[in-house]
């Protein structure tokens, strides 16, 4: 039973253009979002987060959107670049405060920038 | 500050052989994760603990065993290796909302 979604396992944009990530939740006590970004060989790096109460968050390139009454959220890149090309995972924190904030994380969407 | 440490890098074991992954952080952050990752998949929690001392079950804790003797140091031991176990270990630490993840064990059984 997954909790957090991401469907799409790939996604190739060109480079200077938009790239959409997107996520789904079904556990409705997540009241936090992170987006991690990870390399080969590397560790998950933190990108971007929001809060519940909020519906957008923008951090320069990206932008994270929250709608809470679909489930759903989503990463903007813009413009994307080729340093860009990574795995994006989706994770959400569950608020209730059971199992003291564990992230559960979607499977990753591979995110590849053509130069 | 090193971050999120992990040690060894890769490792290869034969089925029923035991191991210890090394986890260590120089953050002094309380809450700190044990993740494995298998290809094709997402993270999924192990163990974790809120500070020395204290450990808790994730979702996948079979297999293992961890102890938190220090702020720093979270190792995660497997007893009796099983193909299974065959994965991405990742060790994070978290401060506030954020988990600062090392870079990882990749961890071969055969």
């Known amino acids: 039973d997954q909790q957090v979604k991401q469907n799409s396992p790939s996604l190739s944009v060109q480079e200077g253009r938009i790239s959409i990530l997107n996520c789904d939740y079904t556990n409705s006590m997540f009241d936090y979002f992170l987006w991690y970004k990870k390399y080969p060989a590397e560790g998950p790096t933190f990108l971007i987060s929001i809060s519940s109460i909020k519906d957008k968050n923008e951090d320069g390139r990206f932008t994270v959107f929250l709608n809470k009454s679909a489930k759903h959220l989503s990463l903007h890149i813009v413009p994307s670049q080729p340093g860009d090309s990574a795995v994006y995972f989706c994770a959400a924190r569950d608020g209730s405060g059971a199992g003291s904030y564990q992230l559960t994380f979607g499977k990753g969407t591979k995110l590849s920038v053509i130069p | 500050n090193a971050g999120v440490t992990q040690t060894p890098k890769f490792r290869i074991l034969k089925i029923g052989q035991s191991m210890t992954l090394q986890c260590a952080q120089d953050?002094?952050?309380?809450?700190m994760y044990w993740y494995r990752q298998d290809p094709g998949m997402g993270l999924k929690l192990i163990y974790y603990s809120v500070g020395a001392g204290i450990t808790d079950k994730g979702e996948v804790p079979n297999g293992y065993n961890v102890s938190r003797s220090t702020t720093e140091d979270f190792p995660l031991r497997l007893e009796l290796a099983a193909p299974s176990q065959t994965s991405v270990y990742f060790c994070?630490?978290?401060?506030?909302?954020?988990?600062?993840f090392g870079p990882g064990t990749r961890l071969t059984v055969l």
């Open positions: 953050m002094n952050h309380n809450y």
């Open positions: 994070a630490s978290r401060l506030s909302n954020e988990q600062f």
